[in-house]
T-cell receptor, first 114, second 115 residues
Framework: NAGVTQTPKFQVLKTGQSMTLQCAQDMNHEYMSWYRQDPGMGLRLIHYSVGAGITDQGEVPNGYNVSRSTTEDFPLRLLSAAPSQTSVYFC?????????????FGPGTRLTVT | AQSVAQPEDQVNVAEGNPLTVKCTYS??????LFWYVQYPNRGLQFLLK??????LVKGSYGFEAEFNKSQTSFHLKKPSALVSDSALYFCAVRDDRTGGFKTIFGAGTRLFVKA
């Protein structure tokens, strides 16, 4: 198993540009989520999904869209990038059916918006 | 609403000494509690969790954590620190009543173990 994979590893955008961060997992996990990590603020939940076709907002959803058309993939779309979205983005997944399971994290995408 | 507090930005300890990284939480229902570790330029790795049962939970790399319901705490401990334990540690909580799969993380505590 490759686990949770994220692409790209690094990205530089200009203000106003849009892009999609990719996340995929091959463990048949139902639950997937996106976090951003900023110094001194820990990880903040952007959006999450409990299964294909079901998504919900986290703590900081503004400026981001998600969709979940398959169990494996959970892309995060930045609609119009802003410097405040400069951050490290992590995707994570959990096994099906139980809230008590830990999350498996991808290696992250470092995004800079100029 | 769920919340997690890690009151120390950094913890310094000498190699061989015991270490404690503190975490307190707030939830409406019963908590599911987790500790994760992050090494430089890497994603988070799971260390241990408390779901129910014994208040002392043992995890990876010799770490353990004690759940204290009255103090709403879940402190991470290790009897003898190693230089290789130096990393960023995150406490996280899920609320079984309102949060579902929604996980809230603390701000993180940087552990520095000196040789």
């Amino acid at each position: 198993n490759a686990g949770v994979t994220q692409t790209p590893k690094f990205q530089v955008l200009k203000t106003g540009q849009s892009m999609t961060l990719q996340c995929a997992q091959d463990m048949n996990h139902e639950y997937m989520s996106w976090y951003r990590q900023d110094p001194g603020m820990g990880l903040r939940l952007i959006h999450y999904s409990v299964g294909a076709g079901i998504t919900d907002q986290g703590e900081v959803p503004n400026g981001y869209n998600v969709s979940r058309s398959t169990t494996e993939d959970f892309p995060l779309r930045l609609l119009s990038a802003a410097p405040s979205q400069t951050s490290v983005y992590f995707c994570a997944s959990s096994p099906p059916g139980q809230e008590r399971y830990e999350q498996y994290f991808g290696p992250g995408t470092r995004l800079t918006v100029t | 609403a769920q919340s997690v507090a890690q009151p120390e930005d950094q913890v310094n300890v000498a190699e061989g000494n015991p270490l404690t990284v503190k975490c307190t939480y707030s939830v409406s229902g019963n908590p599911y509690l987790f500790w994760y570790v992050q090494y430089p330029n890497r994603g988070l790795q799971f260390l241990l969790k408390y779901i129910t049962g014994d208040n002392l939970v043992k995890g990876s790399y010799g770490f353990e954590a004690e759940f204290n319901k009255s103090q709403t705490s879940f402190h991470l401990k290790k009897p003898s620190a190693l230089v290789s334990d130096s990393a960023l540690y995150f406490c996280a909580v899920r609320d079984d009543r309102t949060g579902g799969f929604k996980t809230i993380f603390g701000a993180g505590t940087r552990l520095f173990v000196k040789a």
